[in-house]
């Protein structure tokens, strides 16, 4: 199968983050008005697998319920048999044949032509993020802003790998080290950044010359029907990008275990990475070689307040870091751990903070939170609320709002044990656990007390104690006086330590290293 390369980019501008809409701007807030019309008119549209650039539609189908309203169907997707996934699968190899042999430099036109036109349409893309998964109009749009991103700088980055890597120099031989890609990919990402997280891994994975099976997931599977589209417009050739939506405990382990399967790229809850990595390990007949898995998992991530921290300045950054789209980010704030000496003060003012966070349809740019994802997110949140009122003292929300969306009040349960267990677990929710700590070092030890590593914050006037958190706060993603999400791609480069997963360093200059291998070339002269 010949591939007929795009034109290769000539020069590009150094990377920028993509700027963020202004929706206190009335052309920006229109433009959004106007898409979340656009999309509600074509609500219910189904979209089908998609098999070496082939549209099949299939009976089973997948719905993507409105979060907000669940009686609102947004759309679906057709839902893979086992059979479909192994085509995928076989119809990925062989498109690998021709795609690995394009140039980094012709595969990165791609991304660019694709963050192009993700760009141009941006606020559509938004706007079945707030009927997806219930983000609100900011959420949305940085969701969509960091998958421009991704693209832009993964482009980039092969780029840079396309030129000649450094070796020293020997008399005799010419030696170069060239990067070459893995082969078959599973990319398997979760719903919560559901355009970045799917964007990102599966642009990192084919820009680097491998071929990919995408199993979206199945609370946000519209968007990357959408975005699977968008590649084949851009002209990414058929079996490069094959689309199986799937329940993952339906297909999720066949994909995995498939000989033909070189990389599993995931992103998603602790549980399910360490399935997949535990399948990954064993080699299957006719596999000739070790599965890499790229998983990122949970998180239950701490801010740190210090006696001498800027109080206001810190119950800003907990709230938004606790409950921006309902606390349902791995870089969360879940517990908030605060020296006794300014304690009484930060709960009274997280509480008064608390209290003015509206509660309702992400659709009305009015409201701060939305909907948790599904029912049995929110039925599993409201289960750790129980328990966290028998391991502390609510002091706000704690109950469901309405009874139609699946609403809860932004939680706050303070004078938490360090060991109980909404302060162990990931709950993934607008649940936050405020923690009593005797002095810095003992909140330092706190902060280090689960098996999860992913982000941290600490909040201090003191550049001692910012010294010693840089040195024992053991996170991947570690903040000082500022919130503990919003990672910017290429600003940030992120992932965690521990169980929050194997650090690969998302938007960062590791990132494409893990979806290539090293071939070393010497010839005597
Ligand atoms: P999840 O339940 O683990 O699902 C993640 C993906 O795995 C989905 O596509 C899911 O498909 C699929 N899956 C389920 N069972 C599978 C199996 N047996 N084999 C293969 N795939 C399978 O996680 P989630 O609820 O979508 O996402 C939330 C979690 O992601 C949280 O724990 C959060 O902390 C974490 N997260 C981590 C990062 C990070 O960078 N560290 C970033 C974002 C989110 P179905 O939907 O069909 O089940």
């Not at 801010?303 to 800027?310: F, K, N, P, R, Y």
């Not at 309702?360 to 328990?387: F, L, T, W």
């Amino acid at each position: 199968m010949a591939m007929t390369a795009t034109q290769a980019p000539d020069s590009v501008a150094p990377f920028t983050n993509e700027p963020i809409n202004d929706f206190r701007d009335s052309a920006d807030a229109a433009a959004m008005r106007s898409a979340l019309e656009t999309v509600k008119r074509n609500f219910g549209k189904s979209y089908p697998l998609v098999i070496d650039g082939r549209k099949i539609d299939t009976e089973k189908k997948i719905r993507s319920l409105n979060p907000a309203d669940p009686e609102q169907v947004i759309g679906s997707v057709s839902a893979a048999s086992k059979e479909q996934a192994t085509q995928a699968i076989e119809a990925a190899a062989r498109a690998f044949e021709s795609w690995k042999h394009l140039s980094l430099p012709e595969r990165a036109a791609y991304l660019f032509k694709a963050a192009q036109l993700l760009r141009e349409r941006r606020f559509l893309y938004d706007a079945l993020l707030v009927y997806e998964v219930g983000k609100s109009w900011v959420e949305a749009d940085g969701d969509i802003a960091e998958a421009i991103d991704f693209l832009e700088f993964y482009a980039r980055e092969a780029l840079r790998f396309a030129r000649p890597q450094p070796v020293v120099p020997l008399e005799g031989e010419r030696n170069e080290l060239i990067y070459i890609p893995l082969g078959v990919g599973a990319v398997i990402p979760p719903w919560n950044f559901a355009g970045a997280i799917m964007i990102g891994m599966t642009g990192a994975a084919i820009v680097t010359g491998n071929t990919v099976v995408l199993k979206p997931s199945s609370d946000s599977a519209l968007i990357a029907a959408w975005f699977v589209d968008l590649l084949h417009e851009v002209g990414v050739p058929a079996g490069v990008v094959n689309f199986i939506p799937g329940s993952g405990s339906e297909i999720g382990d066949l994909i995995v275990t498939h000989p033909m399967i070189r990389f599993i790229a995931f992103t998603g809850s602790k549980e399910i990475g360490l399935r997949i990595n535990e399948l990954a390990a064993k080699p299957q007949p006719g596999q000739k070689w070790i599965k890499r898995v790229i998983a990122e998992m949970g998180g239950k991530d701490s801010i740190v307040v210090a006696a001498d921290a800027d109080l206001d300045a810190a119950v800003e950054g907990v709230a938004v870091s606790a409950f921006g789209f309902q606390g349902q980010k791995c870089s969360a704030c879940s517990r908030a751990i605060v020296d006794e000496k300014v304690y009484d003060e930060f709960v009274d003012r997280l509480r008064k903070r608390v209290g003015k966070i509206a509660v309702g349809d992400p659709a009305d740019p009015a409201n701060y939170m939305g909907p948790v994802v599904n029912e049995g997110a929110m039925r599993s949140i409201e289960g750790y609320i129980k328990k966290g009122r028998s391991e502390g003292r609510l002091i706000a929300g704690g109950k469901r709002v309405g009874d139609r969306g699946y609403f809860l009040e932004p939680t706050v349960i303070a004078d938490v044990a360090p060991d109980a267990t909404i302060a162990q677990e990931e709950i993934f929710g607008p649940v936050l656990a405020v923690i009593k700590a005797k002095d810095f070092d003992d909140a330092m030890k706190i902060a280090n007390n689960t098996e999860f590593g992913l982000t941290g914050s600490v909040y201090t006037s003191d550049e001692k104690k910012i010294d010693e958190a840089r040195e024992d706060f053991f996170v991947g993603n570690l903040y000082f006086n500022r919130k503990s999400t919003g990672a910017m791609v290429g600003v940030h480069p992120f992932g965690g330590f521990n169980m929050s997963g194997t650090d690969s360093k998302a938007g960062g200059h590791d990132y494409l290293l893990l979806f290539m291998q090293a071939k070393t070339i010497s010839r005597k002269v």
